[in-house]
């Protein structure tokens, strides 16, 4: 499976961002799909998930509220909406497939197929 996260940038607190994860190789419908961030200085942390269903969405207590995950099928891609961002949400985002198919983990080492990531920047 190859991964290619897109959608970084450079924004305002406050503003709005919608990465895209468009996925290629393996079947990718029956997968699920976990973001991930990293920020400078720590270590890599879930964002949200959805199950290849699209039924299922999993949020860190820090996005949920703000952050929306969705999946379209047509071209293979995973959304993560992002509102009402603030200046801790600036990291490296990344989206992965997980190990185990169709179920969204929240710790790094149950993915391994990770895309390349995507820089968000929120200044204050």
Do not use: H
Not at 44 to 70: H, L, M, N, P
Not at 79 to 107: F, H, I
Not at 111 to 121: A, E, R
């Amino acid at each position: 499976v190859q991964l290619q996260a897109s959608g970084g940038g450079l924004v305002q607190a406050g503003d709005s961002l919608r990465l895209s994860c468009a996925a290629s190789g393996r079947t990718f419908s029956r997968y699920a799909i976990g973001w991930f961030r990293q920020a400078p200085g720590k270590e890599r942390e879930f964002v949200a998930g959805i199950t290849w269903s699209g039924r299922t969405t999993v949020y860190a207590d820090s996005v949920k509220g703000r952050f929306t995950v969705s999946r379209t099928y047509a071209n293979n891609t995973v959304y993560l909406q992002m509102n009402s961002l603030k200046p801790e949400d600036t990291a490296l985002y990344y989206c992965a497939v997980p190990l185990r198919g169709d179920y969204v983990g929240r710790k790094s080492d149950e993915y391994n197929y990770w895309g390349q990531g995507t820089q968000v920047t929120v200044s204050s």
